[in-house]
């Protein structure tokens, strides 16, 4: 394909596994740029044979992370390439067939507004179980927090338009938080997401990726630190509400109950984090009309406490029988 170009970021890859890959690629694909980002001096000689394949080679001096690996080969695309159609961004550990690469770029092709991602299937007993565990809570934490939903939220096989290009080399990261800070941008510039079923590929156990479970999940999950806060300032603010009311009104307790629930809730919506549609927001606050009651009534707590008791299992039951 002469309209797309095919970037692959490098740290201290397996020269075998790269080698192979890269050999088939060539016969799909004229433009590939590999980034070699600050890998080890034995790897100079791997990178210059790629070069006489004509492959054009991109080097940082010293490791810089793989988003800035990827920024460095957007801003050369969008220099050098500017009547490529778009990029197909793949990672050099074996993980991506060019198969599923080609099926990414004509998506991208069909969808030059959108980021095209593609997506494993996460139930395989391939999957390793800190892969399943990673997509499982971030994936979850994206729905809650960010309201987006995506499948496969640590995927490296990602295309998107030269146009596009333009808007994801600003966002922000460095490293691996950096693909995540993307899909939190389609949600923040209104961009879909395209989503494109690939092959499931781990290579005993995943063992080539550089990802570093702890350092690079911290950078990752801190990206959600404002979402967090605004979660916690609508439950404080609800939680406040709601027991002004129970002070300041004197009818039955039923009544008083149901107004203080209904009035929390609404006071609240202007700040949810989540588009949640009528049918579910009525489920909602009438499951938690109902439970509050019933606990406040069979127990000696407080209904505040009733409450926030009740506002947890209340989203749990609305998730376990309407989403």
Do not use: W
């Not at 790629?50 to 054009?56: D, M, N, R, T, Y």
């Not at 993307?182 to 590929?201: A, H, M, S």
């Not at 690079?216 to 009311?245: M, T």
Request: charged fraction near 25%.
């Amino acid at each position: 394909m002469k309209d797309i170009v095919v970037i692959i970021p490098t740290y201290d890859p397996n020269e075998t596994i790269m080698s192979e890959f890269m050999t088939k690629l060539q016969k799909e694909f004229k433009n590939i740029i590999v980034v070699n980002d600050g890998c080890r001096s034995e790897f100079d000689d791997f990178f210059k044979k790629l070069g006489e394949k004509k492959i054009k080679i991109l080097k940082n001096n010293v490791n810089l992370g793989k988003g800035m690996a990827l920024k460095h080969a957007y801003n050369y695309v969008l220099n050098e390439y500017p009547k490529c159609k778009g990029v197909v961004s793949a990672d050099c550990d074996g993980q991506h067939t060019v198969e599923d690469i080609k099926k990414l770029a004509e998506a991208c092709i069909k969808n030059p507004e959108a980021l095209v991602i593609g997506v494993r299937d996460f139930n395989q007993e391939i999957v390793p179980k800190r892969s399943r565990f990673g997509n499982k809570i971030t994936k979850l934490v994206m729905e809650e927090l960010v309201d987006i939903s995506i499948s496969d939220t640590q995927t490296g096989l990602r295309a998107m338009s030269y146009e596009m290009i333009k808007t994801f080399i600003k966002s922000g990261g460095e490293r691996y938080e950096y693909e995540t800070n993307q899909l939190i941008d389609c949600k923040v510039k209104n961009i879909p997401v395209v989503e494109v079923p690939i092959e499931t590929i781990y290579i005993d156990g995943n063992s080539e990726s550089h990802f570093n479970p702890i350092g690079d999940s911290i950078k990752i999950y801190k990206l959600f630190s404002g979402y967090f806060a605004k979660l916690l300032l609508i439950l404080f603010l609800n939680l406040l509400i709601f027991n002004i009311i129970l002070k300041i009104v004197t009818l039955p307790s039923i009544i008083t109950v149901t107004f203080a629930i209904i009035l929390a809730n609404l006071a609240c919506i202007k700040l949810k984090l989540k588009d949640i549609d009528i049918v579910n927001r009525i489920v909602y606050v009438i499951t938690l009309v109902v439970l509050t009651l019933i606990l406040g009534g069979i127990t000696n707590i407080s209904y505040t406490i009733c409450y926030f008791v009740c506002m947890i299992l209340s989203y749990l039951l609305i998730r376990i029988f309407f989403e």
